[in-house]
């Protein structure tokens, strides 16, 4: 059937396509994330992806009955998204966290008063091989264009040797859970009792708002293998299964269940696998990533195909954003708040 | 030499590295564009080169003497960036566009009141091949996920026919820049008469603002294949190279020199090779790509490359934003107009 | 219905896939680039694409009715695939090719006796910047990891001023393709006289053959920058539209067509849209391409985007290949060449 | 200093770059794949980088002292790389295997008997999210364009229930490469006893040749799960810092150590950190990976970042080709292996 719309505009007449006219994305100094957002939705290709994220991330924080599992994978932490996590955790959008040892190391590095620093990858004196070999000889460790003095992992292993491993000492083998928990303990106190300005961050927030962490190969991390020398003269050890208990409880609790992915990796798999051994699925899912899904990779594989494996329900809202996670972690975030606040 | 910041931190003592440490980005609900790019500026990869392309392009924009250059590849059109940059050209951003047949014949239909269409892609009843074969029978052309019913086509084909061409023919072999001119003045002029609600758009806009539109690939497209078979009955003809002398022009006269690169290919190499035959060469660069450098293309060139041909100045400001152009160019556009307005 | 194949696997019993079980590739030192491409064929994800990809390219080159299309973008001759396409238009294998000026102005210089260097991208004493920076003191151009030193330009502009512009001075306003049989012809003959051990190169292959070259852009490239110079002080001219003429009579003469696509940007689409003017379409398609659909551009569109414009025949075979093609093109020629020679 | 080279070419006189000339591939029907290889190292881009790869992988195996470390991430094994891995087990050029829970998941799969299937992905009668809902309804799993029936998995469950975790169970907590040992004896035991014409695959490769396999997210996978529900009612564990302590020593003892990087992830981290707690580091290098280094996530960092951890030496031999794995890897493998062989 062939109509006019509001503008005069004749529609086509055809079966096969979706009748919505595509509009004019249009921006002004001053306008809000929110308002930009709603002008990515005139748009097509990525824009029209991030307005459709914004909007089901949105409608799954609105949600009181609905359960947010929230992953975490990569750099995150050392590029500056620590904040962005704490603050959700803290306002009460996260009800589980799925992330990697190196978010949680260097989590808690900055919680103790060590800092990441901006690099010098575009701007020294050497080409990349060279200039990492200076970095090794004046021990500076690179993360792409983040560099970490290697004195900082020295300031963790003494808060983990001090704070964090002896009281989990006496219980022997603990879950991963544990240790997670413990750690962001251990990060706000010390964080308090030096009086360091900065957040925190991420553990710590989820010590206080009893938020869970879980982290699967944490032994794949700097904590991982502080853990595994204290282990070498300690009874202390971690038993690789037992998160998976309270994981799945919570997973078959929940009225209803969403997800915020970003990254991929084992934070990623992990968050949806749970819901291979419970009855329900995922009803929202939201995912960030650089990977597009024809490398048949875990990290760029479509949420659709999480559907035939029962890991989201056939009728999920679900949309994917293929993009930096710097920018579009910040840029989901922002938008979902000012239609939330 | 090691010191203390304003937060006690005791700053590490090495030579290689630069010392600012890297902080956290904030987000809140009802920020507006501008306060979210000043808080990438704080985080790292991705974000970070966010922050700089903004703060390059307010930069630019904000230089009264810097005369800018806009390259506009692919898609840009018909995903909904129209009225981003036909604003930025009626606000006196941009003193030169280069850009491709298909942005024009996109511009072109969206004037005389054809629209593009959101698409099925993901939700219609058929695989990829299968849909598009019925599209073929429905007689309609797919963009990914943008729809154009063939009917539009027709009536660019006729407005071309009515409007454009016949005020060509009788100056003869004309230079590309002339014809998009005519299309601009053709379709101003018809979106009046008509009273299309639609702003007339990019060409419009340039022809209104005295503003040129190169487009040295033209006969790859549509409003190409539009103007050979006009030629095969008429005396009217393009000539490839004339377009070469204003634009060249352009960049000599200008006391600085600043270029926008919106994707790869044709438009972002003939934007910058024009600085080849010119003494000077670019003091600003910005550009927004999709494709890494290891590719070896053009497109994911880094504008670094662009330096060793002396396409930029030795000390150009430049960057480069990794990601897609319909999510990238509105936020890049809306923080820099929120900077100098 | 469920039975079971040579091995005795129980096949299950399903409607909605596909029985064939997936192999295992297998290799050995010695194989020969067919054989692993056969192995490919029992693989997933990119192998198959591969095996496919070769599968239909060997089709098409053994189909003695098929007018074979070959595309070629961007910085194809400078890294090293020059030899590749000229030996495939040499062998008969390519009926009309579709280029850009920086593959004809790299060929040329090689042809007359220049040559690109390796370059110290990754083994210099300078960042990127400062390298460049460097480089454009010592007049050396870079693409990615190749130079060029500039003095091979001068050669070049002496090659065109002396040996290909008078002659087509003389015609006035000539073709894009008189201007590339031109350039062919004098690169053959300067090769020959001055005894360069170098193969002439593409040009000449495709002059000697009597293969058109299709350069749209050409004033996109350093050959048009001299073309355009060249112009200012004679009466020599280029006519953008001309080429369409015979280009759509050999899409319209063509039995069967087939179009190998290396690569995006402006040769893909101009092989590509020949077959909206013309009744037929193409009935083979094998691109190789780095960029995901995703992102909306034409450069990555799949094949099957194309069927809905009626660019491919709508039971034409086709296949993309997401891969780099200095890898991909030598892979799928040497295993197209084992099968039909 | 200028001067000639064979050709007569007069070599440019530069300071800064280097001065090999690059060639052009040449490939001919028949060749084999390390004749191939050899004309990408007169190529740039990408195939150099596969010329290099092939070099560095050929020395590290034909290095009798040299202790190599594989890791394998992602879909490989359910993509059709098993046998390729396998082989390589058992002709020695494997000392230790980092890998995925899905790897192993699959490669047990495929041991007891099920097969996995070539999808319909593009040949179905459904949209991507469509016809996930009907695989969901027909008990099909897809990955990417792979298909696995799930009475594959119970079958994998009855494997692991009868054969792999009761002798375990015994031990109580074991180590996870303990666990990957018991599968490996387990499905070579099978696939012996029920006459299964398939190779037993990687798993009882590496049980055969008494080579260790690590993976640390196990729980991460359909085998975690399942290890994860006979904990529940049993006294099996899995330890999750053991594996540690050998792979470890086995860095420590090698005189000289390479890298073979198959994917990021998790797999790749594992295999670089451990040089963290050892005073040496890997003296040759290789990655296959599709992920730019531009994202900062460790799944794309060069090996030149390892070199700044000290999970490299100051003067290893590194490369990182850019490409799907299903197509480097065998091309790398059978290219070394006729070096080699």
């Known amino acids: 059937m062939s109509d006019h719309d509001d503008d005069g505009y004749e529609m086509p007449d055809r079966e096969e396509f979706q009748h919505d006219p595509l509009g004019h994305a249009e921006v002004r100094g001053g306008m809000t994330v929110g308002e930009l957002v709603e002008q990515y939705g005139h748009a097509g290709i990525g824009a029209a992806d991030v307005h459709e994220a914004a909007d089901i991330y949105a409608e799954m924080l ?120 413990e750690l962001g303990r251990a990060n706000s106190e010390v964080n308090e009792r030096e009086g360091i300005e900065e957040d925190a961050g991420v553990a710590a927030a989820a010590y206080e708002a009893d938020v869970p962490i879980y982290c699967p190969a944490v032994q794949d991390s700097v904590l991982g293998l502080q853990a595994w020398m204290y282990s070498q003269t300690s009874s202390f050890s971690l038993d690789a299964l037992a998160d998976m208990t309270p ?12 997800c915020l992915l970003v990254g991929g990796g084992v934070p990623k798999n992990f968050t949806l696998q749970t819901m291979l051994v419970t009855p329900g699925a995922y009803d929202y899912g939201v995912q960030i990533t650089m990977d ?29 954003v293929l993009g930096d996670a710097t920018i579009m972690l910040p840029l989901l975030v922002a938008a979902a708040r000012e239609r939330i606040e």
């Open 62 to 181: 609105a949600d009181d009955d609905c359960t947010v599992f929230m992953s975490l994978a990569g750099a995150m932490v050392p590029t500056g998204m620590r904040k962005v996590v704490s603050d959700l955790i803290r306002d009460g959008h996260v009800d589980a966290l799925v992330t990697t040892g190196a978010n949680l190391t260097h989590d808690a590095i900055e919680a103790v008063g060590g800092k990441h620093h901006h690099g010098s990858q575009n701007h020294g004196e050497k080409t990349e091989r060279e200039h990492d070999e200076t970095l090794r000889d004046e021990e500076v460790d690179r993360i792409y264009n983040v560099y970490l003095p290697q004195e900082h992992f020295a300031l963790f292993e003494s808060h983990l040797r001090s704070e964090v491993f002896p009281a989990l000492e006496e219980e022997g083998t603990v879950s991963i859970a544990d240790l997670c928990r």
């Open 247 to 258: 994981l799945t409880d919570l997973a078959y609790d929940a009225d209803t269940a969403g």
């Open 292 to 320: 597009p899904a024809a490398t048949g990779g875990l990290s760029g594989a479509t949420l659709d195909e999480a559907r035939s494996w029962g890991k989201l329900e056939k009728d999920a809202r679900n949309t994917t």
